[in-house]
């Protein structure tokens, strides 16, 4: 499948996504509908474990501009983890894509902000939604109304990043991480995905419901008997998504 404003590659046991609009990377709708089309070539394919979304070049990982809310619960929603691999600025749009992932890795000397307000306008594709989650109502009121571009240690001390990465080192570092995540179970891992998304703003009653009927098919899955089994035979387990 050819794109024109991302680059789709697979390596190992994960999914690379580039996106390839210079200057910015900025989000268009053919980049919004390339993006959907990737993840769905990619969401059946067993070989592929994870996906990491990037962006092309050292500057700016994604511009901003207009996309769709429905992608956004996509990633958010999709049965692999999704790495966010930071490499530079995410400003408005771009820092929506990053929060719709499952994990986010950042380079050091990279900034994100919902900048919106400095345009007279506010997020609109889950923003003002996701990052009060992430961080807190206070902290998400201030950068979210001043328009504030947080710095990359900040970042990480408000918890909106996993971990930090130096120069030039952020995409080999998602890949690490997707490497651990190929040795995961696949089916434990979507079921975590859809129990913490559906259950996280749920009441408890109906949360624990959720956690339940995720947690049975696992229970019976092959995957299952070989984790126990590999436990028992002090061994790696070989987890094939059955």
């Known amino acids: 499948m050819g794109f024109e404003t991302l680059v789709l590659a697979r390596e190992e046991t994960f999914a690379i996504v580039t996106l390839n ?3 910015a990377n900025a989000i268009s709708e053919p980049l919004i509908r390339e993006l959907n089309d990737a993840l769905n070539s990619v969401r059946d394919d067993d070989a592929v474990r994870s996906v990491i979304i990037t962006g092309a070049g050292d500057k700016i990982f994604c511009g901003g501009a207009d996309l769709g809310s429905a992608l956004m619960r996509k990633i958010e929603r999709f049965g692999k983890p999704v790495i966010a691999a930071i490499n530079g600025h995410a ?12 994990f986010r890795l950042m380079k050091e000397t990279a900034r994100m902000g919902q900048t919106e307000s400095n345009l007279g306008i506010i997020p609109g594709y889950g923003g003002t939604q996701r990052l009060p989650r992430l961080i807190g109502r206070t902290k998400a009121l201030e950068f979210l109304i001043l328009g504030t571009q947080i710095p990359a240690p900040e970042c990480l001390q408000l918890r909106l990043v996993n971990r930090l990465c130096k120069e030039s080192e952020t995409l080999a570092d998602a890949k690490a991480l997707a490497r651990q995540l190929g040795k995961r179970a696949p089916l434990a891992t979507a079921a975590i995905i859809r129990a913490v998304d559906e259950g996280l703003e749920a009441p408890m009653a109906k949360s624990i419901d959720i956690e339940l009927e995720a947690f049975m098919p696992t229970l019976r899955s092959e995957d299952a008997a070989e984790g126990i089994q590999a436990f028992f035979g002090k061994r790696e387990a070989q987890f094939k998504g059955r």
């Open 21 to 23: 609009r210079p200057p």
């Open 91 to 102: 400003m408005g749009g771009g820092m929506e894509i990053a929060m719709a992932c499952h």
